[in-house]
């Protein structure tokens, strides 16, 4: 499959379909806040490293979590039994993101999350519709997550921690806050063993976007959730 290039005036995308197999569908354009949003709609992401041009992908298979099957483990009841952190939403977004753009490992170079994608997803937190959940222990940032939510679908981009456990319990607050308010999906984008434990399983690229074009029906509710 060819790879597109987007010009800074062209929004439109190529159909997510005409992805190469490892899920590149298109090169350059700019991360304004419409173009984002409408790579979402189309189950199109960016992710690129410093100093390349911005790649947009569209994996198949997609990896997903329907929120109905969270699974929690036995570990990790003791968590929520004794409240051992404390969950906020909406509170510190830039703080969660600039988390999760600290390499995870001494040695790893630079992070995907770049100063311009910080600064796009701030913009779009300013909009309403980016979201972070800020995970506290002791009155201290212990982790946190953020994404975009569109409708009844819930895309996630990146996760942090500083203590052991603390993304991973932001994750399923997080789960439990968006199946309580009918969300129905949560996208992972690409499979990782964390989400998996978590029920996130993968499903074909199609599969994902009929969902999303039922899911242009649904209401986008702007604004912060705290």
């Not at 984002?36 to 199109?44: K, N, T």
């Not at 977004?93 to 001494?106: H, L, S, T």
């Not at 052991?164 to 994750?171: I, R, Y």
């Amino acid at each position: 499959m060819p790879v597109f290039w987007l010009t800074t005036d062209m929004i439109e995308f190529p159909p997510a379909e005409s992805a190469s197999e490892d899920g590149i569908l298109a090169i350059g354009g700019d991360l304004s806040p419409e173009r984002i949003l409408s790579a979402y709609r189309q189950g199109i992401f960016p992710w690129f490293n410093l100093d390349d041009p911005i790649l947009w992908w569209s994996p198949d298979p997609r990896f997903v979590l329907y929120p109905g099957e969270l699974k929690v483990s036995r570990s990790m009841r003791p968590y929520f039994n004794q409240q051992k952190f404390e969950v906020t939403y909406d509170l510190h977004f830039e703080a969660v993101i600039r988390g999760c753009q600290e390499p995870r490992m001494a040695g790893w170079g630079n992070t995907w999350i770049t100063e311009s994608m910080v600064e796009a997803y701030c913009r779009l937190y300013d909009l309403g519709y980016a979201h972070s959940v800020e995970v506290w222990q002791n009155g201290s940032l212990a982790g946190g997550l953020y994404g975009i939510a569109l409708g009844k679908c819930f895309f996630g981009e990146s996760m942090f921690t500083k203590v052991s456990n603390a993304s991973k319990f932001g994750f399923i607050s997080l789960t439990q806050h968006l199946k309580e308010e009918g969300f129905e999906l949560i996208d992972c984008q690409q499979q990782t063993k964390h989400l998996a434990s978590l029920g996130a399983r993968s499903i074909p690229r199609k599969e994902f976007l009929a969902f999303l074009k039922k899911n242009e029906e649904n209401k986008t509710v702007l604004g912060h959730w705290y």
